[in-house]
């Protein structure tokens, strides 16, 4: 059992149905169980895949099938958006990666998977974000 607790971005998830073998293979080795997703990146996946990668809707209802029964889900609240705006003002973050940073602040993760946000930069002294492909 891994004792770091884990936050996945959007893009890292979006690799799995992706042709981008290595990194897709990267990212179904590294889900693991309790790790950590938010009701924004159930929604931005869901957008994405429809929209950009076009698969159906029942494609898209088995990986979010997967993803509830892998992942823990935390809610976007007020006190999230708070957190992200605090994130936003005094790191430089765009509003929804502030808005990803701040669930997984709330979640005490210790890292964040993405490939969008500055690789090994360390958010309120306890967040490390990771690039995973680098």
């Known amino acids: 059992m891994n004792a770091k607790k884990i936050f996945f971005d959007t893009n890292t998830l979006l690799y799995l149905l992706s042709s981008d073998t ?3 293979d990267w990212v179904s080795s590294h889900l693991q169980q309790d790790s950590i997703i ?6 931005e996946f869901t957008s994405a895949s429809l929209k ?3 698969i159906s809707f029942a494609e898209l209802n088995e990986f979010l099938t997967v993803f509830m029964t892998i992942f823990i ?3 976007i609240d007020l006190e999230t958006f708070h ?3 605090m ?4 790191y430089g973050y765009h509003h929804y990666d502030a808005m990803i940073i701040a669930a997984a602040l709330q979640a005490k993760c210790e890292r964040l998977y993405s490939e969008d ?4 930069q360390i958010i309120d002294r306890r967040l ?7």
């Open 22 to 24: 290595k990194k897709a």
């Open 38 to 43: 938010s009701v924004q990146v159930l929604n």
């Open 52 to 54: 950009k990668i076009k």
């Open 73 to 75: 889900i935390k809610p």
């Open 83 to 85: 957190i992200g705006l």
């Open 87 to 90: 994130v936003s003002n005094r």
């Open 117 to 120: 946000m500055q690789h090994r």
């Open 128 to 134: 490390q974000i990771i690039n995973p492909f680098i």
